[in-house]
């Protein structure tokens, strides 16, 4: 089992551990974070302990709080994230105050937490929800950024304004989402992995993406259907933040809306693909062309072109573990993330994940008394449901602005699926498929072609029927 040595801690962490916090007597529910997580757990608290004093406590000067929110079925829930002031949460709630500062330090054992502003808290009930930071390939390089919150994704619309060629490293859900969106600047995209995204579909699914994004011009962007929320109207705010150095809440769909993701070239779409290899080493401009001198050997790719006419002096250049080199004028690591447990919670003894967040059992209680945690900084320490599964939905899969003029058809097998259709008039218009269904792909095709499925009634999910079959 892992803990937090006081080791890990730095001097002055541990220095300032000293100042002395009053007994804990009158404390208070105190919530740490003001993402989406924090900001949760602290109305929940307030609904349900309304003569109760709620502390938020955050780094950053807006809180994200959910809106719209719909029980869709027993497991699936629908809402928006919305940013906004912390004003509008304190109306919202009369029992919840927020306070704009970092905490610099948590003294378990005391029940009180240590703000940036000079004051400390006292605690009856705490919950951390500090949420977590980019694991970057390579921490203080300039030429290495990571995305995460409205200053990041900020940083990296304006590098990429001025770029050519960009690496992009990871193959998880910001890497996905950036070789779709960016457009007039060539993208190297590297992964470990033999496909694209298999942390989201299979192989099968990432060969068909992988044709479309490198053979196809994507045309026009899907547009979205959500509530997004925007960057825009908010450097003001976000430079004073910088420059406080704190760090702010996780983005969230829809992130990439309000920014213009284009390079310097006119271009659509220019993508190449790296798999089952990662960054052996990254030298910018000059020892690169020092090491050169020292004729060192960079294996080139003889069968890529785009490599060995490769003439461009670039800002940095990548050596790959499978030998190649590419320059380019700046990496995205988009390699996961790191809870953000350091500095504030050295010197205590959590129990961590071997992602490094903090261990919760299913009440969401770390393995100190009173302190809980929720969001990205935490780590789920129970046993995963046996049932859960994968999900898809379709269309108007909850029968979104259809009225009352419309019929569900459902298909339920305990365990193992989950079948809904939503007809109008006859033909399909959304559906939710859990579990193995293979459904999909018909039901996509059923509601794109608009057929008449009137003759066939509840015999549409009749499990005896093979209705892959039937339409194909
Ligand atoms: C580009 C991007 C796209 C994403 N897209 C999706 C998506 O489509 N779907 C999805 O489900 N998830 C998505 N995610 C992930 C999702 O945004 C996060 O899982 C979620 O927002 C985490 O919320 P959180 O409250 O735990 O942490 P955060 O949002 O990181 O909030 C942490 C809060 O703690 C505060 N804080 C930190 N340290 C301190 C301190 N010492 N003292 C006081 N306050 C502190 C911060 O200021 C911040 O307010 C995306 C993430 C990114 C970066
Ligand atoms: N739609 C969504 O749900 C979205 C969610 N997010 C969330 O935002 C956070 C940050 O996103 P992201 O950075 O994409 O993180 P993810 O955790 O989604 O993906 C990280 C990717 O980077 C790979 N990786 C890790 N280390 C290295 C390395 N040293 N070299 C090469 N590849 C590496 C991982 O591979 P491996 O797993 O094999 O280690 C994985 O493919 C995540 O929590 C993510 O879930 C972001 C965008 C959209």
Same mark, same amino acid.
């Not at 129990?351 to 990205?376: F, N, Q, R, W």
């Given at each position: 089992?892992?803990?937090?040595?006081?080791?890990?801690?730095?001097?002055?962490?541990?220095?300032?551990?000293?100042?002395?916090?009053?007994?804990?007597?009158?404390?208070?529910?105190?919530?740490?974070?003001?993402?989406?997580?924090?900001?949760?757990?602290?109305?929940?608290?307030?609904?349900?302990?309304?003569?109760?004093?709620?502390?938020?406590?955050?780094?950053?000067?807006?809180?994200?709080?959910?809106?719209? @929110?719909?029980?869709?079925?027993?497991?699936?829930?629908?809402?928006?994230?919305?940013?906004?002031?912390?004003?509008?949460?304190?109306?919202? @709630?009369?029992?919840?105050?927020?306070?704009?500062?970092?905490?610099?330090?948590?003294?378990?054992?005391?029940?009180?937490?240590?703000?940036?502003?000079?004051?400390?808290?006292?605690?009856?009930?705490?919950?951390?929800?500090?949420?977590?930071?980019?694991?970057?390939?390579?921490?203080?390089?300039?030429?290495?950024?990571?995305?995460?919150?409205? $200053?990041?994704?900020?940083?990296?619309?304006?590098?990429l304004t001025k770029a050519k060629r960009?690496?992009?490293?990871?193959?998880?859900?910001?890497?996905?989402?950036?070789?779709?969106?960016i457009e007039g600047c060539e993208?190297?995209?590297?992964?470990?992995?033999?496909?694209?995204?298999?942390?989201?579909? $299979?192989?099968?699914?990432?060969?068909?993406?992988?044709?479309?994004?490198?053979?196809?011009k994507?045309?026009?962007?899907?547009?979205?259907?959500?509530?997004?929320?925007?960057?825009?109207?908010?450097?003001?705010?976000?430079?004073?933040?910088?420059?406080?150095?704190?760090?702010?809440?996780?983005?969230?769909?829809?992130?990439?809306?309000?920014?213009d993701l284009k390079g310097t070239k006119e271009f659509s779409h220019k993508?190449?693909?790296?798999?089952?290899?990662?960054?052996?080493?990254?030298?910018?401009?000059?020892?690169?062309?020092?090491?050169?001198?020292?004729?060192?050997?960079?294996?080139?790719?003889?069968?890529?072109?785009?490599?060995?006419?490769?003439?461009?002096?670039?800002?940095?250049?990548?050596?790959?573990?499978?030998?190649?080199?590419?320059?380019?004028?700046?990496?995205?690591?988009?390699?996961?993330?790191?809870?953000?447990?350091?500095?504030?919670?050295?010197?205590?003894?959590?129990?961590?994940?071997?992602?490094?967040?903090?261990?919760?059992?299913?009440?969401?209680?770390?393995?100190?008394? $009173?302190?809980?945690?929720?969001?990205?900084?935490?780590?789920?320490?129970?046993?995963?449901?046996?049932?859960?599964?994968?999900?898809?939905?379709?269309?108007?899969?909850?029968?979104?602005?259809?009225?009352?003029?419309?019929?569900?058809?459902?298909?339920?097998?305990?365990?193992?699926?989950?079948?809904?259709?939503?007809?109008?008039?006859?033909?399909?218009?959304?559906?939710?498929?859990?579990?193995?269904?293979?459904?999909?792909?018909?039901?996509?095709?059923?509601?794109?072609?608009?057929?008449?499925?009137?003759?066939?009634?509840?015999?549409?999910?009749?499990?005896?029927?093979?209705?892959?079959?039937? @339409?194909?």
């Amino acid at each position: 089992m892992q803990t937090f040595p006081a080791s890990h801690c730095s001097r002055q962490t541990t220095k300032s551990m000293e100042a002395p916090c009053s007994p804990p007597t009158a404390g208070k529910f105190v919530v740490v974070g003001g993402g989406i997580a924090g900001v949760t757990c602290a109305e929940q608290l307030a609904i349900n302990f309304p003569s109760e004093d709620i502390l938020l406590i955050t780094a950053s000067p807006v809180i994200k709080a959910v809106t719209n @929110f719909k029980q869709v079925s027993k497991v699936l829930e629908e809402f928006d994230v919305e940013e906004q002031p912390s004003t509008m949460l304190e109306n919202r @709630f009369p029992n919840i105050k927020v306070i704009e500062s970092g905490v610099k330090q948590l003294k378990s054992k005391e029940h009180c937490v240590l703000t940036e502003d000079g004051n400390q808290h006292i605690y009856k009930k705490l919950c951390l929800c500090a949420g977590a930071k980019p694991k970057l390939i390579c921490e203080g390089n300039p030429y290495v950024l990571g995305i995460r919150d409205t $200053d990041s994704a900020q940083e990296f619309q304006k590098q990429l304004t001025k770029a050519k060629r960009i690496m992009i490293i990871g193959n998880g859900g910001i890497a996905l989402e950036l070789v779709y969106e960016i457009e007039g600047c060539e993208v190297i995209w590297v992964i470990k992995d033999k496909a694209i995204g298999n942390t989201f579909f $299979d192989a099968g699914a990432a060969e068909f993406l992988t044709s479309k994004l490198i053979d196809e011009k994507p045309e026009a962007k899907i547009a979205q259907k959500r509530t997004r929320y925007t960057t825009e109207g908010r450097k003001k705010e976000t430079q004073a933040r910088a420059s406080a150095g704190n760090v702010g809440s996780a983005l969230g769909p829809d992130w990439h809306e309000g920014l213009d993701l284009k390079g310097t070239k006119e271009f659509s779409h220019k993508i190449h693909i790296e798999t089952m290899c990662e960054v052996k080493k990254i030298y910018l401009q000059e020892e690169f062309r020092i090491s050169e001198k020292k004729s060192l050997t960079f294996p080139r790719d003889h069968h890529d072109q785009s490599v060995t006419t490769d003439k461009e002096i670039w800002p940095v250049y990548v050596e790959l573990t499978n030998e190649k080199i590419y320059g380019c004028d700046f990496i995205v690591s988009a390699t996961g993330v790191t809870p953000n447990t350091e500095p504030f919670l050295c010197g205590n003894n959590f129990d961590v994940g071997e992602d490094g967040g903090l261990k919760v059992d299913d009440h969401m209680h770390t393995s100190l008394p $009173d302190i809980y945690a929720a969001g990205d900084i935490c780590t789920a320490a129970w046993h995963p449901s046996p049932v859960w599964q994968q999900v898809v939905l379709l269309g108007k899969y909850n029968a979104q602005g259809l009225g009352s003029n419309h019929e569900l058809l459902l298909r339920c097998t305990k365990g193992q699926e989950y079948i809904k259709a939503v007809l109008q008039n006859g033909r399909m218009m959304g559906a939710v498929l859990i579990g193995e269904t293979d459904l999909e792909e018909t039901f996509e095709n059923l509601i794109l072609n608009q057929m008449n499925l009137s003759a066939y009634g509840e015999d549409l999910l009749d499990p005896n029927i093979d209705i892959e079959d039937y @339409f194909d």
